[in-house]
């Protein structure tokens, strides 16, 4: 099967790991449910960081072992090889592994399929809290840095755990886009796929580690919900909501496997979906502020490029952050790309996941490719006084019907804007 001369690109397995689960089929079962993640913090404040740690959905309760020993009860070998190659590295790293492992099971790659396959990490500064850890202890006590640090500190290191825990021997580096970071690589994926580069690509965004520094300046900012106090955080993250406060935190890994619709029609995979466009635009300036006009044209751009009308889609999942002005600027996109016809039913899955900052846009994908398969969008259940009346929200539970076409946006810092469009 080819497109226009190249050939396509097809999801064929997928990964998560999250404090929602840390498995498809519970992922499935939570999203149906409308169910969040958000909880208070578990831990006390850091010094210099806000009065307390703000809420959000933590991977507080993360551990490599407990993952490794529930989830590859069968291969004692991979358990014991993710051990001894993530074991000292950090958050991310960690995740990622997990998260890509679970990918490659979930499509049943051989280690002849990934010895040249491709990796992409989407991300960049990712382990932060690793690294504010590690100058509080060089400040206090520097003969108790670890020499590994000359490695955990670096993203990098998070390309290295994954090829050695899989077998990945192809390209392999790091895609940076903030926020969007997720979907950036989803786009790279699929371009190194048609282009005949790869025939298989292993795309993983792994959990954003911020340290207190961050989340300080975060609500500081603005953009961070204040959950000081709030009784029920899980209610706080509105997307399209007039009562929304800001994004709520959130960390969680995923990871896809994309390859040439030749490639797993010769092995006999299925496939989850198809990459049938993607868009990716800047708004040419720095900053915060998002920009309709340039989240509306990235947009465009992927269902010119997916020869999909909007009229076709059945299903977009936001961005949605919850944020004051990032909700209004990419309602107005989202009506300006799909007009009067409004057939695309909208949600956000930040309510349930928390942003999760690098790794939303790949954990959002993730979300998507299970509702197509399963013939539902998810709630929003937080969302009781919508922001636009002709916007076409899903409603606070989940609707049920087919989704053929789907569309995946996100937006970050810096004026990048992406999107990506599936096809059952």
């Known amino acids: 099967m080819s497109d226009g001369g190249r050939t396509e690109a097809v999801v064929t397995g997928a990964g998560v790991l999250h404090a929602l689960a840390d498995d498809l089929e519970g992922f499935a079962a939570a999203l149906r449910a409308g169910r969040s993640a958000v909880r208070a913090a578990g831990q006390p404040a850091e010094p210099g960081g806000p009065d307390g740690a703000p809420a959000g959905a933590r991977l507080d309760r993360f551990s490599l072992a407990d993952w490794a020993s529930r989830r590859l009860p069968d291969d004692p070998e991979t358990a014991a090889r993710l051990r001894a190659v993530a074991g000292r590295a950090a958050l991310p790293a960690q995740t990622a592994a997990c998260a890509a492992l679970a990918a490659v099971h979930d499509a049943g790659l051989r280690p002849s399929d990934l010895d040249g396959a491709a990796l992409i990490v989407a991300g960049n500064n990712l382990a932060l809290e690793h690294q504010a850890q590690m100058v509080r202890t060089f400040a206090t006590r520097p003969g108790r840095l670890r020499p590994s640090y000359a490695l955990t500190h670096m993203d990098t ?248 076409v789907a569309l995946c946006h996100s937006v970050a810092f810096s004026g990048i804007n992406a999107a990506v469009v599936l096809r059952r």
């Open 157 to 404: 290191d998070t390309v290295g755990v994954i090829s050695e825990v899989t077998g990945v021997r192809g390209e392999g580096w790091t895609t940076g886009a903030a926020s969007a970071s997720g979907t950036v690589a989803v786009i790279l994926g699929s371009r190194l796929v048609r282009s005949g580069d790869a025939s298989v690509c292993l795309v993983v965004a792994p959990a954003t580690d911020l340290s207190a520094a961050e989340l300080r300046a975060f609500r500081d900012s603005g953009a961070m919900a204040d959950t000081d106090g709030v009784a029920e955080p899980w209610r706080l993250c509105r997307p399209f909501d007039q009562r929304r406060k800001g994004f709520v935190y959130g960390q969680g890994a995923a990871a896809i496997i994309l390859e040439s619709a030749d490639h797993a029609a010769r092995r006999g995979a299925r496939a989850l979906a198809r990459i049938a466009g993607h868009g990716q635009r800047l708004d040419g300036r720095r900053g915060t502020a998002p920009d309709a006009q340039g989240q509306a044209t990235a947009l465009r751009a992927a269902l010119a490029h997916a020869g999909v009308g909007p009229q076709e889609v059945d299903y977009v999942n936001a961005h949605g952050t919850g944020s004051v002005a990032g909700d209004a600027a990419e309602a107005h996109a989202l009506l300006d790309v799909f007009g009067p016809d409004r057939h695309a039913l909208v949600n956000s899955t930040k309510p349930l996941l928390g942003h999760c900052l690098t790794s939303a846009g790949l954990l959002e994908l993730v979300a998507t490719l299970i509702q197509m398969r399963e013939h539902f969008r998810h709630g929003n259940p937080n969302t009781e006084q919508p922001l636009a009346e002709e916007l076409p929200l899903v409603g606070r539970s989940a609707a049920p019907g087919p989704v053929r």
